[in-house]
């Protein structure tokens, strides 16, 4: 079993992206997932997840039990360790300081030398309390009340090894989406090594960016020209090693509604549409864009996730797709972001509605 501890304030979203990583995860307090195994590699790569760490003790949110559990825990370790406490963004009412000085006690009377430079283990205590998230997709945010103090053994932490902020690469346009953002939204839709993504509207890159950064091969498109020019600029950047031969990406000037792919091409799908006025749309209706979109998208991989300034799940549906989860993401006072992570039904069903959904477009 492993604590995650979780990165951002919208939990349900972070155990959700956890999920690509880990199995059985389970929400237990504000901040805190268990999870019953990890993929470290995985781990690493997660943008709302900060750490992974083997079980040792679950006891309240209390300085007093905390010390109490790991007296009585069971520990198979030797050599040097440090203790890191954190109170989940203050909920807790407990010293971190302290904590670490009574745990890192613990430890010396059970004979550990403590190093807090270069240990050989790390023990993490997280304490949290409050209410958890509420949301009918994933297992434990209930909105229930919780009291806990999480001990563990840090077993893999998250590397954060993002592209740089939007207007610090070489083709930028305002809009853009956050790194930590795309990576979530790429680790959604299944980007990993051996995998291929897609992202049919990819603006300036951020989501190719992403998923290359992960290992993934990605594959992109966009109806402006202006567009595929700077998100070839951008993944030239930061994406691959020209010494090593060609990319594993690919950029050209498409239509998100006619993508010049067959069927089943990609493993998944990642688009951010476009929000209304504040986007130029060439051809196409919004609503006429973002079906035809979808139903694309359902013809060439089996899962997808779509962001939006709205919520798109009527269309989905229309176009093959169940609704596996759904998120409203506040990114300002003015926009909030709807995440629907996606999967596909029947393929021949998924075809039918693509080909009905084309009919009504002409």
């Not at 006429?288 to 013809?299: P, T």
Request: hydrophobic letters at 45%.
């Amino acid at each position: 079993m492993y604590w995650l501890e979780l990165a951002g304030e919208t939990d349900a979203f972070a155990a959700r992206e956890a999920a690509t990583a880990a199995t059985a995860v389970d929400l237990v307090a504000p901040g805190i997932a268990r999870a019953g195994g990890i993929d470290p590699s995985r781990v690493r790569r997660l943008a709302y997840t900060r750490a992974a760490h083997e079980t040792l003790a679950r006891t309240d949110a209390d300085l007093d039990a905390a010390v109490a559990a790991l007296r009585a825990a069971s520990i198979d370790r030797s050599g040097s360790v440090a203790v890191r406490a954190r109170n989940v963004r203050g909920t807790a009412g407990v010293s971190t300081a302290a904590a670490e000085r009574a745990l890192g006690g613990v430890l010396v009377d059970r004979g550990f030398d403590v190093d807090l430079d270069d240990p050989d283990h790390v023990l993490r205590a997280l304490f949290s309390a409050g209410p958890r998230a509420d949301h009918d997709a994933v297992t434990g945010a209930d909105g229930g009340d919780a009291d806990v103090c999480a001990l563990g053994w840090v077993a893999a932490e998250a590397t954060r090894d993002f592209a740089p902020d939007p207007t610090d690469r070489p083709f930028f346009q305002p809009g853009s989406m956050a790194p930590a953002d795309a990576r979530a939204y790429a680790n959604l839709a299944g980007a990993a090594p051996g995998r291929t993504l897609l992202d049919p509207m990819c603006g300036t890159g951020g989501l190719p960016l992403e998923a290359g950064l992960v290992g993934a091969d990605a594959v992109a498109c966009d109806a402006q020209a202006k567009m595929v020019r700077g998100a070839r600029e951008n993944l030239r950047e930061y994406v691959g090693d020209p010494a090593a031969g060609p990319p594993d990406w690919h950029v050209a000037r498409g239509d998100a509604t006619a993508l010049p792919l067959p069927d089943d091409a990609v493993d998944g799908v990642a688009f951010d549409a476009p929000y209304g006025r504040q986007s130029k749309i060439a051809r196409h209706e919004l609503a006429d864009l973002v079906a035809g979109a979808l139903a694309e998208a359902a013809r060439v991989a089996p899962r997808a996730v779509l962001v939006a300034d709205r919520d798109w799940r009527g269309p989905a549906r229309e176009a093959g797709w169940t609704v596996d989860a759904a998120f409203e993401r506040r990114v300002h006072r003015s926009l909030t972001r709807y995440v629907l992570v996606l999967h596909r039904g029947d393929p021949g069903e998924v075809r039918r509605n693509a080909t009905e959904i084309a009919a009504d477009r002409e």
